[in-house]
């Protein structure tokens, strides 16, 4: 159960406070957001690969769940922030500025 929490945890943190600062740079600057989005991938990225490497070798969580529950959680929000993006772009989030 403790590899499912930890797999799960860094996503969901990482996808909100990312969405987040996507929308609040979206209504004070839009031209700004593909820098924004660039600059979070890299960050995204080390996030990421310093969290997996944390869990798998210093809390030595067991290996599948946790990878699978990572990947799921992952991927699911990630197509969430894309629609949410789209949704974005084309003025339907218009009433959260």
Same mark, same amino acid.
Not at 10 to 27: D, E, F, G, M, N
Not at 60 to 86: D, Q
């Given at each position: 159960?403790?590899?499912?929490?930890?797999?799960? @945890?860094?996503?969901?943190?990482?996808?909100?406070?990312?969405?987040?600062? =996507?929308?609040?740079?979206?209504?004070?600057?839009?031209?700004?957001? =593909?820098?924004?989005?660039?600059?979070?991938?890299?960050?995204?990225?080390?996030?990421?690969?310093?969290?997996?490497? =944390?869990? @798998?070798?210093?809390?030595?969580?067991?290996? =599948?769940?946790?990878?699978?529950?990572?990947?799921?959680?992952?991927?699911?929000?990630?197509?969430?922030?894309?629609?949410? @993006?789209?949704?974005?772009?084309?003025?339907?989030?218009?009433?959260?500025?």
């Amino acid at each position: 159960m403790k590899e499912v929490i930890l797999g799960t @945890l860094a996503p969901v943190v990482v996808t909100a406070l990312s969405w987040a600062l =996507t929308q609040r740079t979206y209504r004070r600057d839009p031209q700004a957001l =593909t820098t924004w989005m660039i600059t979070a991938f890299g960050i995204k990225l080390l996030v990421f690969a310093a969290y997996v490497a =944390t869990a @798998l070798k210093v809390l030595a969580v067991e290996t =599948t769940p946790f990878v699978i529950s990572f990947m799921g959680s992952f991927l699911v929000l990630h197509l969430a922030e894309a629609f949410a @993006l789209r949704r974005l772009f084309s003025g339907g989030l218009r009433e959260s500025r």
